[in-house]
């Protein structure tokens, strides 16, 4: 569980970051484009076009580096995060029919995903998905397998589930599941 907290919110905030960081990149250029009120033409000659192009181009470089660069910065970050996922995948991709069989018999059948108002969805299981998705690192087992609908797996699709959602889900699961070590949910490969 604290494995999921942490990775969880590490990603939501490198997004923040990246999105404050577009945003400022954005600002700081339209606000470079703010003309230039330190040139006094009293009887001079207006300046030429070069020298206001570079000026203009100047204050746009000026305006860029320090977003720019902690924009660079968290992309270096996210394909360092990102090659370690690859590392961590679990060479099995699928299910065995084994987990298969073990996974849909403990769900009943039944999909295990969050539908409206956080309920257990009410529509047959079809798949076999990875709680913890399979291409950040999830594992190939019966502890990360979850039943779920073709709808509810396409949604998910290959996010990591809030630790909110999987504390939800084993809630549901002591339901209907009666050994307390079928109720957790989501592992993760170590790093080789």
């Not at 040139?39 to 000026?55: D, F, N, Q, Y």
């Not at 999909?111 to 950040?136: I, L, N, Q, T, V």
């Amino acid at each position: 569980m604290l494995e999921l907290r942490r990775i969880y919110w590490t990603r939501a905030a490198l997004r923040m970051a990246y999105f404050a960081a577009t945003v400022w990149l954005v600002v700081a250029v339209i606000l470079s484009f703010q003309p230039n009120t330190t040139h006094v033409t009293l009887g001079k000659t207006s300046p030429s076009v070069a020298s206001i192009m570079r000026e203009m181009f100047d204050g746009i470089l000026a305006a860029i580096t320090a977003p720019g660069l902690v924009i660079v910065a968290l992309i270096i970050t996210v394909l360092i995060i990102r090659s370690r996922d690859v590392r961590r995948r679990d060479p099995v991709r699928r299910f065995t029919r084994q987990q298969r069989r073990e996974g849909m018999a403990r769900a009943g059948g039944q999909c295990e995903m969050e539908a409206g108002f956080r309920r257990r969805c009410s529509r047959p299981a079809e798949h076999g998905d990875h709680f913890y998705p399979w291409s950040k690192g999830g594992s190939t087992s019966l502890q990360n397998f979850v039943a779920a609908c073709s709808r509810c797996n396409r949604a998910k699709g290959a996010q990591i589930p809030s630790p909110a959602q999987q504390e939800r889900l084993e809630g549901r699961r002591r339901t209907y599941v009666t050994l307390e070590v079928a109720v957790a949910v989501g592992e993760r490969q170590p790093l080789p």
